[in-house]
């Protein structure tokens, strides 16, 4: 089993739409987790950053941590065509220096 | 603006021959990574370094090393390319390790021919 899971789409929604991107975990240790986004052919940009769990809001962007159920959620609201690219989940446990990463979801957001 | 640098970003490199990719940082974070980006897949970090101290991780295979002359620059050398290494490699950097975030550069798309 890998330690993160991720839905790798595509995800294909009309401009404005809302945008749940989620990824599933094992290890009940991981206790910070990151959404990053990549344009293509880019390296990766931090988009939100969290701790436990919770919500956090960003703009745009709500990411979620549930770590009852071992499962992180970031929301885009009124998504936009440069919204399109690829979203990765990473995550950390305290002390550690390995990211965990989810192989990504690629969104297209269609003007 | 730049805070994570890498050099070149396209590399064409034969097959066997030693390529070496340059990272730099103007963030003075005690922490550099390299990361192995394969398509479709996700990050696989290679090795970091905490300050000189080099750490490697278990599966990185003997024909990828490092170098980290200083704090604001960092090398990856491929000694003898495969197809298998064709890949973008990604240079990251933090503060710390416990809880701070990592900074990616833009990544260096090798080609192995």
């Known amino acids: 089993q890998k330690e993160v899971e991720q839905d790798p789409g595509p995800l294909s929604v009309p401009e404005g739409a809302i945008v749940s991107l989620n990824c599933t975990y094992s290890?009940?240790?991981?206790?910070?987790f990151m959404w990053y986004r990549q344009y293509s052919r880019k390296g990766p940009e931090l988009l939100m950053y969290?701790?436990?769990?919770g919500n956090k809001e960003d703009g745009r962007f709500t990411a979620q941590v549930d770590k009852s159920s071992k499962y992180i959620s970031l929301f885009i609201r009124d998504s936009q065509p440069s919204d399109s690219a690829t979203y990765l989940c990473?995550?950390?446990?305290?002390?550690?220096?390995?990211?965990?990463f989810g192989t990504g979801t690629r969104l297209t957001v269609i003007p | 603006d730049a805070m994570v640098i890498q050099n070149p970003r396209y590399q064409v490199t034969q097959f066997g021959k030693p390529v070496t990719l340059s990272c730099s940082q103007t963030?003075?974070?005690?922490?550099m990574y390299w990361y192995q980006q394969k398509s479709s897949q996700a990050p696989k970090l290679l090795f970091h370094y905490y300050d000189k101290d080099f750490n490697n991780e278990a599966d990185t295979p003997d024909n990828f090393q490092s170098r980290r002359p200083n704090t604001s620059f960092c090398f990856l050398d491929i000694r003898s390319p495969g197809l298998g290494d064709a890949a973008m490699y990604l240079c990251?950097?933090?503060?710390?390790?416990?809880?701070?975030?990592?900074?990616f550069g833009p990544g260096t798309r090798l080609t192995v021919l």
């Open positions: 290890n009940s240790a991981f206790q910070y």
């Open positions: 963030l003075n974070h005690n922490v």
């Open positions: 990251a950097t933090s503060y710390g390790i416990s809880t701070d975030t990592q900074y």
């Open positions: 990473a995550m950390k446990q305290t002390g550690a220096n390995n990211l965990f």
């Open positions: 969290t701790y436990s769990s």
